[in-house]
């Protein structure tokens, strides 16, 4: 199976607690905040792990996206870039 797919799986079988534990994992590795497109709005919301959590409630105007270099790109399997403008990868992938 693709990884992003036994992934995904793998998240679906979790409790709760352990997809919030795994997002909490994800926004540890997350490599957002060094992004220029990433904003005061989007650091002061604290948001981060957009592939997982989807769009950010902020006005992003996009200037780079750093997550094809970021660690969780590699761990999940990820396809996509900028997540914070347009949504998560299962967003993206169209499972949602
Ligand atoms: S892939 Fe992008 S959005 Fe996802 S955790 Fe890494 S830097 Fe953040
Ligand atoms: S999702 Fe991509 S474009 Fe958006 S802040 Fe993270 S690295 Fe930058």
Do not use: D, H, W
């Amino acid at each position: 199976m693709e990884k992003f797919m036994e992934m995904a799986k793998k998240m679906e079988e979790m409790s709760p607690e352990e997809r919030k534990e795994m997002v909490m994992k994800i926004r540890g590795m997350c490599t957002c905040a060094q992004c220029a497109s990433y904003n005061e709005c989007t650091k002061e919301k604290n948001e981060l792990a957009f592939c997982a959590t989807g769009k950010s409630e902020c006005l992003v105007q996009m200037k780079e996206c750093i997550c094809p270099e970021c660690p969780v790109t590699s761990m999940m399997g990820l396809i996509n870039t900028s997540y914070c403008m347009q949504g998560s990868e299962k967003e993206l992938r169209g499972f949602l």
